[in-house]
């Protein structure tokens, strides 16, 4: 399983950014979804994640209320909405999937926002 993020860049604070994460290859088991962040100097944290099957959600509660994760399962892509983007929020977005009971990580996309 191949995942392929996009849709990082450079926004001030109040704008928003949309990423995506498109997986290939055998993607037919897939369970769980999220984005994880990484800012320097810190760890690696859940932002959001969603169920395959009910689509159930879960958010941090520093974005909850700003980020809206969704899925399309028939295109076996994950999107996050992000709003009202802080510089807080900067850091290194990664998509991570397990299918199969088996853990895949995209290789990253930067999110970088002006005060």
């Known amino acids: 399983v191949q995942l392929v993020e996009s849709g990082g860049g450079l926004v001030q604070a109040g704008g928003s950014l949309r990423l995506s994460c498109a997986a290939s290859g055998s993607t037919f088991s897939i369970n769980i979804m999220g984005w994880y962040r990484q800012a320097p100097g810190k760890q690696r944290e859940l932002v959001a994640a969603?169920?395959?099957?009910?689509?159930?959600?879960h958010y941090s509660d520093s974005v909850k209320g700003r980020f809206t994760i969704s899925r399309d399962n028939a295109k076996n892509t994950m999107n996050l909405q992000m709003n009202s983007l802080k510089p807080e929020d900067t850091a290194v977005y990664y998509c991570?999937?397990?299918?199969?009971?088996?853990?895949?990580w995209g290789q990253g996309t930067q999110v970088t926002v002006s005060s």
């Open positions: 991570r999937m397990i299918v199969a009971s088996r853990v895949y």
């Open positions: 969603i169920t395959s099957g009910s689509g159930n959600t």
